[in-house]
């Protein structure tokens, strides 16, 4: 039996795949060049679509994360703008971008267990 989705989780699936895209055109130099160094890795819209979390993660390295969380921010207003014309919502959500910590974590798991394993 085929899986349905709810209607949150097709807009959630819209989104992610309409900021993939539009995060390739951003021209801020501010951010601009940390840009090809972020993934995003998930979106989560509120029920009532009026946020929206946007995980990500950066291969820029720990010491830039404040930078490239600052820059996203700055672009927000920009994304959420492009997002507007691009779906048909009757409001589009708020961007809340969200460092995800899930592949340093599947990382350090699997390190361990590696290291678990040769003991």
């Known amino acids: 039996m085929p899986k349905e989705f709810s ?24 951010i601009a060049s940390l840009l090809p160094l972020v993934t995003l890795t998930d979106v ?5 679509y009026a946020h929206a979390k946007v995980f990500y993660t950066s291969m820029a390295g720990h010491e830039r994360d404040e930078e490239v969380a600052r820059g996203l921010a700055r672009v927000a207003g920009f994304l959420r703008h492009e997002l507007f014309r691009q779906l048909r919502l009757h409001h589009t959500p708020e961007l809340h971008f969200i460092y995800d910590h899930s592949v340093e974590r599947g990382v350090e798991l699997s390190r361990l267990i590696e290291e678990a394993n040769i003991c």
């Not at 807009?11 to 795949?17: A, D, K, L, M």
């Not at 989560?44 to 009532?48: A, Q």
Request: proline fraction near 7%; glycine fraction near 4%.
């Open 7 to 30: 209607r949150a989780s097709r807009v959630s699936e819209q989104i992610y795949r309409d900021l993939t895209e539009l995060l390739r055109g951003v021209k801020d130099p501010r």
């Open 44 to 48: 989560e819209v509120t029920p009532d």
